[in-house]
């Protein structure tokens, strides 16, 4: 990823209408030794349960589970906002759980995990936005892109609902705007050149 280090420790991930098929596409291409922490905020029904990630768990490589209060962040581990509770990242990276009101009409919201994961991160985040139905994630993934993270967008004429990738794009000028296979492989491979770098002495 050119101007940016190959040393990134966690991912963030917004979607809205349309996501689910986009981030099981995501979540099941992960190879089994990917390395980075991986934080999801899907817009789903309050009633929604936790069948879902457990489905995820089962197909994918990687272990994929919903975020729990207070739960440390752990390398490799795809993590899921609950329904209707926004998912904020600690400076300690563990996870804190809320019912503070909606923001951008959403809880979860995606602002609400990119703003706190940049301020736990900084420059080794990497912020995506995908399909989705309003502007949550936009703000957000300014205030990575601000902080010295990757920013990703997926590409709005891949998109089944394409006014969130357009609103991120628009407030953020992101460094990729990529169809998701595109994003795929870039996560891919931002994960070889970490692997890598950390088995090669001196690094």
């Known amino acids: 990823m050119t101007g940016h280090s190959s040393q990134f420790d966690a991912v963030v991930i917004g ?3 349309g996501g689910v098929s986009v981030l099981k596409q995501l979540v099941t ?5 990917f390395s980075l922490s ?6 789903i029904a309050d009633t929604s349960d936790s069948s879902w990630t457990e489905l995820l768990d089962r197909q994918s490589k990687v272990r994929v589970k919903e975020a729990d209060e207070k739960e440390k ?3 490799g581990t795809v ?10 990242v600690e400076r300690d990276r563990t996870f804190t759980l ?14 609400v995990l990119f703003e706190t994961a940049a301020e736990a991160y900084q420059s080794r985040l990497i912020g995506i936005v995908c399909t989705g139905s309003n502007f949550d994630g936009a703000k957000g993934l300014l205030y990575i892109k601000q902080r010295g993270g990757l920013t990703m967008v997926q590409d709005p004429e891949t998109a089944e609902v394409p006014m969130m990738p ?3 794009i628009e407030a953020t000028q992101p460094d990729h ?13 931002i994960n070889q050149q970490k692997t890598t770098r950390s088995t090669t002495p001196n690094s």
């Open 98 to 111: 809320t019912i503070d009101q909606p923001v951008n009409y959403a809880r979860p919201s995606i602002d």
């Open 38 to 43: 991986t934080i999801v905020v899907q817009h």
């Open 79 to 88: 993590y899921f906002a609950p329904a209707n509770y926004h998912l904020l």
């Open 15 to 17: 979607a809205s209408a």
């Open 29 to 33: 291409s992960l190879p089994a030794d």
């Open 166 to 168: 357009k609103a991120a």
């Open 73 to 75: 962040i752990r390398p």
């Open 177 to 189: 705007v990529l169809p998701m296979e595109g994003i795929i492989h870039a996560l891919i491979r």
